[in-house]
């Protein structure tokens, strides 16, 4: 069981190019994150998906694009690099038990350090 | 709106003293509040989390979180701190009902907690 899990872990970009990062959870869990993680200011949530197929936007989605085409996969993309996308990108799952009156524990990936120059 | 303040960047303590982290929200409701915990060029690990019912919540490691309702504060506590527990501790809150039929969770700005030996 290796929970959730992230590629790649590092990555230097030129502003302008394109990447995908890749998350998978072998948990079966219904609900998947991504987040960006800037010094000073905690966790931010880009977009998230509360079932295969389905996404939607968080606090900061503006230059990323996600899908969630498989259950335990959830790509997040970035279609033109800038300087200011630098940062820690962190996937989460979780169970997602219900609509009303979930109790949902997050379950992190290790990261995935982006700089785009 | 929902929000999660930590208002320290950084906590010092001695090693076998007792230690807190502290948190604040705000958020309409009851609230489902967490602590998380991350350690250098890791992702969040899950310490603990207060539903509903005691307020005195125990977790991982030895600590344990004391959640006040007139006070809106979940502040994180261990008796007896480790230089092992030298780390960045988020306080998360979210919603349980959902507020806009979302799943979203607010992150703190974090705390680094640094136990002297």
């Known amino acids: 069981n290796a929970g959730v899990t992230q590629t790649p872990k590092f990555r230097v970009l030129k502003t302008g190019q394109s990447m995908t990062l890749l998350c998978a959870q072998d948990?079966?869990?219904?609900?998947m994150y991504w987040y960006r993680q800037d010094p000073g200011m905690g966790l931010r949530l880009i977009h998230y998906?509360?079932?295969?197929?389905?996404?939607a936007k968080g606090e900061v989605p503006d230059g990323y694009n996600v899908s969630r085409l498989k259950k335990q996969n959830f790509l997040l993309g970035l279609e033109s690099a800038a300087p200011s996308q630098t940062s820690v990108y962190f996937c989460?799952?979780?169970?997602?038990?219900?609509?009303?009156?979930?109790?949902?524990?997050?379950?992190f990936g290790p990261g995935t350090r982006l700089t785009v120059l | 709106a929902q929000s999660v303040a930590q208002p320290e960047d950084q906590v010092n303590v001695a090693e076998g003293n007792p230690l807190t982290v502290k948190c604040t929200y705000s958020?309409?409701?009851?609230?489902?509040l967490f602590w998380y915990v991350q350690y250098p060029n890791r992702g969040l690990q899950f310490l603990l989390k207060?539903?509903?019912?005691?307020?005195l919540v125990k977790g991982s490691y030895g600590f344990e979180a004391e959640f006040n309702k007139s006070q809106t504060s979940f502040h994180l506590k261990k008796p007896s701190a480790l230089v092992s527990d030298s780390a960045l501790y988020f306080c998360?809150?979210?919603?349980?009902?959902?507020?806009?039929?979302?799943?979203?969770?607010?992150f703190g700005t974090g705390t680094r907690l640094k136990v002297l030996a």
């Open positions: 958020v309409s409701g009851n609230p489902y």
């Open positions: 207060y539903i509903t019912g005691d307020n």
């Open positions: 948990m079966n869990h219904e609900y």
């Open positions: 998360a809150v979210r919603d349980p009902q959902g507020a806009s039929g979302t799943y979203k969770y607010i």
């Open positions: 998906s509360v079932g295969e197929g389905t996404t």
């Open positions: 989460a799952s979780s169970p997602g038990l219900g609509r009303v009156l979930s109790t949902d524990t997050q379950y």
